[in-house]
């Protein structure tokens, strides 16, 4: 620039206007690069524009004397040899590089295309007249950084004026370091700024940090952040720029400064095998069901897929099954991936458990005891003080919640749905291992045998709506003092028995292993409602041969029993016919020894659905006829209906259309006046696929759709009937020529019982493909 000035004296006037028409190009293409100038020629202008009209000045010697300091740039227009900015004493900010600090990008970053879309979404929603703060929570292992510094680099054009990183030490593993303060991150930051000078204390470093970066455009990334006081003195006062806050705990503090906060969860899973493949190579290719399990394994976090990955690297003939293997055989598969000898998942997670309150700390702890992978305040309630609660004692929900949120702000537990809660699977096995290490042996067999409590309670609730007629005399006294958790409705009722299947089942197993022999056969039965709506047919039948086991050693002939009919329709449910009428013969007898006529007629109903099943149709109406007696005989009406309606598909398969709507009908307006909602719908189902069948089709489509309504809400929900009910809407469609209404209505029946009832799914398959 110093060949523009100054212009030659003798060159005409024209020649001297583009000299500094090219001067003044050159500074403002300096500006827009460098801060320093910018300021320079914006406050030497302003200066310029202010001052008065003044005469032409003698000629001097441009000579600043005394104590006068010339405050920053100026240009002096005479008797110069070159142009020259002068700064204040100390100020060298003009002459420092952009600071550029973000740390470089992870070559083994993959995906993240959701979040990157989700923070440019939060960045846009920001009001403009507001700093903009965003907050990236998660695990340890995560890849906060390095989802933030990715997409920091992939906007590098939208600051200008530089990019400011400092990792703050929330979690450091040693203790002389971290977490760092702020005022020694600030200090830093006015150094790259160029400040002259850094004020010793930390509201003067804040003022002056919020001064330097006034108007700037600037993006500032704090790494691995503590606490929202940590992270307040360092936020820019400034609507222009973008700070950025990365942490496992949800700093739910920094809304109140505007904040928004992005939870970070674990990478999708084809996403996870790719990065597996860095290490792996063609093995994973090779092996793509072993890699999905060890990416699932590893929590589909991006470091501990990534450690499984350098395991495959470093030990190049080791195939993907066998890593599958060693991390579903540890009790803890974490465990077994390292970085030179260091389980880096359980140190991670170790620090985030030291720094809870303790009464959030105890939670965990027992939480970790727990066989289930679904929690609500109820539930947590009733175990937090091992079950030593007077009958009849409030529960108080409002403190377990103050502890619960503790662990939702660390990011060790994850809310799933309005109070309800859940561990990771890596976070899990470390709450287990917290749990038995730091509580007594009697402590655990309280809080387990509360568990079982609340179970029993509220599956007791969840029956009593969904399938009053099936409680059994004994279910009727209170079984326990621990309070249910609530279920407003059949909805309700359907959702927890569907959320908590898994610790239910565990409680089963409990009760069978630790000698709770009437609880275990109990809570078999009074899950009824989940087997018959959800058909999860391997736990059906586990949960029925435990409780068969456990009812006979308790003593209980009728506990006996009644495993026995259910058991059986469990095993038939499940193809298991052989198994199922030796259950059903078991049942029978037992119940002619008791004189337990309705449990004889159950018995017999059961081992006629088997013959109707293997097409054995005049012994499936001979059961089925002397079932239907004995139930007349004890009125019992429910019963009645019931068994019509398995004489109404005998009918059917016999192809006696007539006799099969006649059962049919009758069972249906029996069901209807005893307000047996779900029971009335199955039989409404099928009496609309038989005057389907019988050339009616208008009544009979109508009421198959009036019971796919019922299927789909309230309290005859079932997916498995859905699925039944939209096949033979299909049949219908099919039947008249609709291939395109046959074709969707197949593909939704599908869908539906592939999750419930898989051969029924491939027979539906079938008869989509032959349209």
């Known amino acids: 620039m110093s060949g523009l000035w100054p212009p030659d004296e003798n060159a005409p006037p024209e020649r001297t206007r583009t000299a500094l028409r090219r001067l003044a190009r050159e500074l403002d293409d300096l500006a827009t690069r460098d801060v320093g100038t910018r300021r320079a020629v914006a406050s030497w202008l302003r200066r310029r524009g202010a001052a008065p009209p003044q005469p032409p000045p003698a000629p001097t010697a441009n000579v600043v004397g005394g104590s006068s300091v010339i405050h920053g740039p100026s240009v002096q227009a005479r008797d110069i040899h070159g142009l020259h900015f002068h700064l204040q004493p100390g100020s060298d900010r003009a002459r420092l590089p952009v600071p550029r600090q973000l740390p470089p990008v992870t070559a083994q970053f993959v995906d993240r295309e959701g979040d990157r879309r989700v923070l440019d979404t939060l960045r846009s929603q920001r009001p403009a007249h507001a700093p903009q703060v965003l907050v990236v929570s998660g695990l340890p292992g995560v890849g906060k950084t390095a989802l933030v510094t990715h997409w920091l680099h992939g906007h590098a054009s939208d600051f200008p004026d530089g990019t400011l990183y400092a990792d703050l030490g929330g979690h450091s593993v040693d203790d002389d370091f971290g977490p760092v303060s702020s005022a020694t991150v600030l200090e830093r930051f006015l150094i790259a700024l160029g400040a002259p000078s850094v004020p010793s204390d930390i509201a003067g470093r804040s003022a002056l940090w919020r001064s330097l970066t006034a108007g700037l455009r600037m993006a500032v990334l704090l790494d691995n952040a ?23 705990s949800n700093l739910t503090g920094l809304r109140v400064d505007g904040a928004s906060v992005h939870r970070l969860e674990g990478l999708p899973a084809e996403s996870a095998v790719e990065l597996l493949a860095v290490g792996g190579g063609a093995r994973v290719t090779r092996e793509p069901a072993a890699a999905h399990e060890v990416v699932n394994l590893c929590g589909r976090l991006p470091l501990t897929v990534c450690l499984a990955s350098a395991q495959l690297a470093v030990r190049p003939h080791r195939s ?28 991670a997670l170790d620090l985030s458990y030291d720094l809870l309150p303790e009464e959030s700390a105890a939670l965990y702890r027992t939480m970790g005891l727990l066989p289930t992978d679904h929690y609500d305040l109820y539930l947590l309630a009733a175990v937090a003080d091992g079950g030593h609660r007077a009958p009849g004692a409030a529960v108080d929900t409002a403190a377990i919640d103050i502890a619960v949120q503790a662990l939702l702000e660390a990011n060790l537990l994850e809310e799933i749905g309005a109070g309800s809660y859940r561990f990771h699977d890596l976070v899990q096995p470390h709450a287990r291992r917290r749990g038995e290490a730091e509580e007594d042996q009697d402590r655990h067999g309280r809080v387990l045998h509360a568990f079982v409590d609340w179970c029993l309670a509220t599956a007791a609730v969840a029956e009593s709506i969904l399938a009053p007629s099936h409680r059994m005399a004994e279910h009727g006294v209170a079984v326990t003092a621990v309070a249910p958790t609530p279920l407003a409705g059949p909805e309700t009722a359907l959702a927890w028995l569907d959320t908590h299947r898994n610790g239910l ?12 022999d009437t609880s275990c056969w109990r809570l078999a039965d009074l899950i009824w409602p989940l087997f018959l709506r959800f058909r999860p047919t391997d736990m059906w039948i586990e949960a029925h041969q435990l409780g068969l086991e456990a009812a006979r050693r308790s003593g209980s002939r009728a506990g006996e029993g009644r495993m026995l009919t259910s058991g059986a329709i469990g095993l038939r449910a499940a193809g298991r016919y052989t198994e199922a009428a030796d259950w059903y013969r078991q049942a029978w007898e037992l119940a002619r020894s008791e004189g337990d006529v309705r449990q ?144 969707a209505h197949y593909e939704a029946a599908r869908d539906l019982l592939r999750r419930v009832s898989p051969d029924q799914a491939e027979r539906v398959d079938r008869r989509l493909r032959q349209l």
């Open 226 to 248: 503590f606490t929202a006081a940590q992270v307040r003195p360092l936020l820019p006062g400034t609507p222009t720029g973008l700070t950025v806050v990365t942490s496992r």
């Open 320 to 347: 993907v099954s066998t890593l599958a293997e060693t991390l579903s055989a540890a009790r803890d598969a974490v465990d077994t991936l390292r970085i030179e000898g260091h389980t880096v998942m359980r140190t």
């Open 505 to 516: 089942m565990s409680a089963v197993r409990h009760c069978a292993w630790t000698g709770l």
């Open 600 to 743: 004889e007629a159950q018995a017999l109903n059961g081992l006629g659905h088997l013959d109707l099943l293997t097409h054995r149709l005049d012994e499936a109406r001979e059961h089925f006829e002397s079932a239907l007696r004995l139930r007349e005989s004890i009125g019992y009406r429910r019963g009645v209906a019931l068994t019509r309606r398995r004489l109404g598909e005998t009918a059917l398969a016999r192809g006696d259309l007539h006799t099969a709507v006649r059962h049919l009908s009758e069972a249906q307006a029996e069901l209807e006046s005893l307000e047996e909602r779900y029971e009335a719908a199955r039989v409404q189902a099928l009496l609309g696929h038989v005057l389907e069948r019988s050339g009616e089709r208008e009544a009979g489509e109508r009421h198959l759709r009036e019971a796919l309504v019922s299927f789909r809400a309230g309290s005859a929900r079932s997916a498995h009937w859905e699925g039944r009910t939209l096949a033979w809407l299909a049949e219908a469609a099919e039947a008249q020529g609709d291939t395109a209404g046959a074709a």
